[in-house]
């Protein structure tokens, strides 16, 4: 994913989100004895629980991206739309450190420990939990690794603070099995949403490094040349496919990073295309109905949307970032290039944005909103 840096100061050299670091190239399993134990791991991390999902959904709000060190008003802004649940995309926190960082070998995690725990001392996100249920999953900095994958070395710590802190119960199956992925349906037969949050952190294999760095559409990462990378791992992998056979109603798949997005050079599916492709197949061949893709990471928020992959349209709603907008070093730098988007149905919104879905269960619609404070608003409706 793009990294905007501590202090988003950037140079005119630098294009989309060009403070990222380059990712993970290799993959190692990490051994069980490296490991600290995850309670120690896990001490001192504030929970941040929220309030319960109600029995039906008929607005959901989403977003990515947000900084605990930033300003924190875009949660009574996204409380005032009175969502029903939020989704929470990934980079929920900026808790990992650079690799050139001691606190990166640390397997005590203290900066992501200390990032959470500033998280949950803001009293604007206190007043929004318990407000608004709050369905999260992590991307590479609350993974600990920008850009990181399965052989980051601490994924089992970052994994029990993540479900520390955001108080997942004891009993989840997420304690008791490798990765966050997870998925809820929720509403009774014909008002059924379900929400499949991907884990594309824990078991992603290495990324092609690009071979010219920058480069519009080539800035960090190239498609792999070969089929043998995986993104969600062989066990996700088949839990997806059980998950897309439940019943439902209507399908929110959500990826923290990209999936029908093309024409730059940032994580993103299209780093492996036979994963894209074997999704898209997944898709057909469960016969799983009206998928709608969320995603977040890029620090600028558009809609897309992909025919012929799948027996009906695909959508894919990307809102980030929550507090951390390219804007603002976007215009420090004077950059105005806006990366090719041939899937892409809208401009892209630089500014900060939040996502919301209006559910009209008699009409068997589903309005899609971008939401910038200031700026219109991208809107899309999805019959299903």
Not at 251 to 268: F, K, N, P, T, Y
Not at 362 to 378: H, I, T, Y
Request: charged share 25%; net charge negative; aromatic share 10%.
């Amino acid at each position: 994913m793009m990294k905007l840096g501590r202090n988003l100061a950037l140079t005119t050299a630098l294009s989309i989100g060009a403070l990222a670091m380059v990712g993970c190239e290799t993959t190692a399993t990490p051994s069980k004895s490296s490991m600290v134990s995850s309670s120690k791991a896990a001490q001192a991390v504030t929970p941040m629980p929220s309030k319960a999902l109600p029995e039906t959904l008929t607005r959901i709000a989403f977003g990515s991206c947000l900084s605990e060190k930033e300003d924190q008003s875009i949660w009574a802004t996204i409380a005032a739309e009175k969502p029903d649940a939020f989704i929470f995309m990934g980079d929920n926190i900026y808790g990992d450190a650079y690799r050139s960082d001691p606190l990166f070998s640390d397997p005590s995690m203290p900066k992501m420990r200390s990032s959470y725990n500033k998280l949950a001392s803001h009293q604007e996100f206190a007043n929004f939990r318990a407000q608004v249920p709050v369905m999260p999953i992590w991307d590479d900095h609350d993974y600990g690794a920008n850009d990181g994958g399965a052989d980051y070395l601490f994924k089992d710590q970052a994994k029990e603070l993540f479900l520390d802190a955001w108080a997942i119960p004891q009993n989840d199956i997420r304690r008791k099995r490798d990765g966050v992925y997870t998925s809820q349906i929720i509403g009774e037969a014909g008002k059924r949403v379900q929400v499949i949050l991907l884990d594309t952190r824990s078991f992603r294999t290495y990324l092609q490094a690009t071979d010219k760095r920058n480069a519009p559409g080539k800035e960090r990462y190239v498609p792999l040349e070969s089929d043998n990378g995986t993104l969600l791992g062989e066990a996700q992998w088949d839990w997806l496919q059980g998950e897309l056979q439940k019943p439902a109603d209507l399908r929110l798949l959500v990826s923290s990073i990209q999936v029908i997005a093309d024409g730059h050079g940032w994580e993103a599916w299209r780093t492996m295309p036979a994963e894209r492709e074997r999704l898209y197949n997944m898709i057909t061949q469960t016969g799983a109905n009206d998928v709608l893709m969320l995603s977040g990471d890029r620090h600028a928020g558009a809609f897309y949307k992909r025919e012929g992959v799948a027996p009906y349209t695909l959508h894919e709603f990307t809102s980030s970032s929550l507090n951390l907008p390219a804007s603002k070093w976007r215009a420090e730098s004077g950059e105005t290039r806006i990366e090719d988007g041939p899937y892409r149905t809208t401009t892209m919104q630089f500014d900060v944005n939040y996502g919301l879905m209006d559910i009209d269960w008699e009409k068997r619609q589903a309005k899609v909103r971008l939401v910038s404070p200031g700026n219109d608003s991208f809107v899309e409706t999805v019959e299903f």
